[in-house]
């Protein structure tokens, strides 16, 4: 599997046919493991087992409606009341983050609404928040803990 710059975990990965899978936690099923999905996995285990993140707040591969068409953005946490609190979106380890990236996630925003976002390759990882003025997103090297996320809210 790929190297990543999270800690490792113990999963449940199978191969049918040509194509291996791998077990989804928060999804309860098996997905086809990709660089992405295993990158989803590593960083949502790392956020629910070690900075206390609610996996049952997690909606994963969330369909939103923007500007009249379907997306799917890779997970969005919600609070207790379903309101949208941050947006996360993986990309291979081989894929850089950089402005496309945020361009991505800043579509699913406009749907969302949210003020901090959550991105990983499974070698870097952001966290971004909106600024106090709210005109842009100031990038964090550090992920909070789920304490330290709330206290933003």
């Known amino acids: 599997m790929w190297q990543l710059n999270l800690p490792s975990y113990q999963y449940n990965v199978k191969k049918t046919g040509e194509n291996w899978l791998i077990f989804d936690f928060l999804r309860k099923k098996f997905v086809r493991l990709t ?11 790392y956020i629910v087992e070690e900075k206390h993140y609610p996996g049952s707040l997690i909606a994963v591969e969330q369909q939103l409606i923007v500007n009249g068409q379907s997306k799917r953005c890779d ?11 941050a947006v996360f979106e993986f990309k291979a380890p081989t894929v850089a983050l950089n402005q496309s990236t945020l361009d991505q996630v800043s579509v699913y925003n406009t749907a969302l609404q949210i003020e901090h976002i959550f991105i990983s390759n499974g070698i870097n990882h952001h966290y971004l928040q909106l600024s106090s003025d709210r005109k842009n997103y100031i990038i964090l090297n550090k992920i909070p803990s789920y304490s330290e996320f709330s206290a933003f809210l």
Request: proline residues 5%; without cysteine; charged residues 20%.
């Open 35 to 45: 660089p992405e999905e295993w990158v989803r996995q590593h960083f949502l285990h």
């Open 75 to 85: 997970a969005v946490l919600y609070n207790s009341n379903i309101r949208a609190l």
